[in-house]
């Protein structure tokens, strides 16, 4: 067979279009993901029991339920049931905050239930009120333990946004199904596809690991 | 300034403090012994309320640990504690540690209060370390810094949980030097350990525990020398 540059030279405007839409997805869903999860992740570690039984639920349905059902829902269920128009960008953005949220849950969850018992103890016993213990002591502590799996969340979800092929969102698969189904050159243009995912996640890997280097673990 | 009526406490159906009655005044230097699971270290701990109790009040300067939030905050306030696994915060230095409770408790100005802990942290011996982290100092450095902490919020009286027992043999002494000093000084102090010779040197007054209940009560040396009770006797054998 022969390999075409010429074919992935053709083709790069419209993949870094799709991949400008990929990184826009993942950056704002995951914006939207962190708040949620630190919420959720915080009701479920120190939450009263309704809130967390609420974040429980929530943490629950998403992890138990594939991605891709998740987003189909959102787009076309969700406006059956509600009324509601969502355009697929906005159905996209949604599915990456509500499923992030919930794995990030998780995460901060452990993070918070990882610190030392006795830092909180040593914190009250100062005389604080629990909620700056919260903020002062444990908060700090598990904001650096939650780095390194946050980081892989990061990496599942803008893999995960491949899936929005399914609602017709342009990011970068879907703009490589639609070139590919133009010219059929399977090869060239997956490829291309897979080495700018490849840069993508390298760039926030590396960005990640820069950030743990600089926090002291503890 | 602490009264115990009745105290009780229990984890589920175990009463670990078995309608306890007690009065510390001001002053006091209280060594509190006894066999593992006497409850001593849970008294210790009723007193700034990080355990609850279920039955009786227990008064420290005329508030109850059964009062409300900020009475409780309150308390704390007023009694400092010291751990056995000293907790100091692993972000922050040393000297941070020690600013910590007046900056967040007090809200004392972040200068006024380096400029107080820099003065503990000398106290203690350690102002050559006010820039190290708790995990680049030694146990027994550790342990004096969390001394400093406590005192930093200014303590009517402070409470040792055990400080020196999970101290290697030679760091133990750096350690019970501050707190004799702290005792010089005057300081209300009630101290769960096994140092029977701090106990019998520093201590104003000396209680065994057993099964919940105050088995003894009263001069350390005296009791020390001879102990009338059987089982303060064998206890005594065993930790020496």
């Known amino acids: 067979m022969d390999f075409s540059w010429s074919v992935i030279w053709d083709a790069m405007p419209a993949l870094l279009a799709g991949a400008r839409l990929t990184i826009y997805i993942t950056v704002v869903g995951l914006l939207g993901g962190l708040v949620l999860g630190a919420v959720a992740g915080l009701f479920r570690a120190f939450g009263p029991a309704i809130l967390n039984a609420i974040a429980f639920a929530y943490v629950e349905l998403i992890r138990g339920t594939p991605i891709v059902v998740q987003v189909m829902f959102i787009y076309f269920a969700l406006p059956v049931l509600a009324q509601i128009r969502i355009d697929p960008l906005t159905a996209a953005i949604l599915a990456i905050i509500i499923n992030a949220g919930a794995y990030i849950a998780e995460i901060v969850r452990g993070a918070l239930l990882s610190v030392d018992k006795g830092l909180r103890e040593a914190g009250l016993a100062l005389g604080l009120p629990f909620w700056k213990v919260l903020v002062f002591v444990i908060g700090p502590i598990a904001f650096r333990r939650i780095i390194p799996p946050l980081g892989n969340q990061f990496i599942v979800s803008l893999k995960d946004t491949s899936l929005f092929i399914v609602i017709g969102v342009g990011e970068l698969t879907r703009q490589g199904q639609e070139i590919m189904a133009a010219n059929f050159r399977a090869v060239e243009i997956w490829t291309a596809v897979a080495i700018i995912y490849l840069i993508m996640t390298g760039t926030l890997s590396f960005a990640l690991r820069v950030l743990e280097k600089r926090m002291r673990i503890l | ?240």
């Open chain 2, 1 to 240: 300034m602490i009264e115990f009526r009745k105290v009780t406490k229990r984890f589920g159906a175990n009463v670990i403090l078995d309608e306890v009655d007690l009065d510390i005044e001001a002053g006091e230097k209280v060594v509190l012994i006894g066999p593992s699971g006497s409850g001593k270290s849970t008294l210790l701990r009723c007193i700034n309320a990080l355990e609850t109790i279920q039955g009786g009040d227990l008064l420290v300067d005329g508030m109850s640990v059964r009062g409300g939030r900020s009475e409780v905050r309150t308390i704390r306030q007023e009694a400092g504690m010291v751990f056995q696994q000293f907790n100091l915060f692993p972000q922050l230095t040393a000297l941070q540690n020690v600013a910590f409770g007046p900056r967040r408790v007090r809200g004392t100005p972040k200068r006024e209060a380096l400029e107080q802990a820099r003065e503990l942290l000398a106290k203690v011996g350690l102002a050559n370390r006010a820039d190290h982290y708790p995990g680049e100092l030694s146990g027994g450095q550790q342990q004096r810094v969390a001394i400093a902490r406590a005192l930093a919020v200014r303590p009517k009286v402070m409470l040792f949980d055990e400080p020196t027992s999970a101290l290697d043999p030679e760091l133990r002494q750096e350690v019970l030097q501050v707190m004799q000093a702290l005792a010089e000084g005057g300081m209300t102090m009630i101290v769960v350990t096994h140092e029977i010779a701090f106990a019998r040197m520093v201590g104003t007054r000396l209680i065994f525990m057993e099964k919940g209940k105050i088995a003894v009560d009263g001069p350390p040396a005296e009791l020390i020398d001879n102990p009338a009770n059987p089982r303060l006797r064998e206890f005594l054998q065993h930790v020496h």
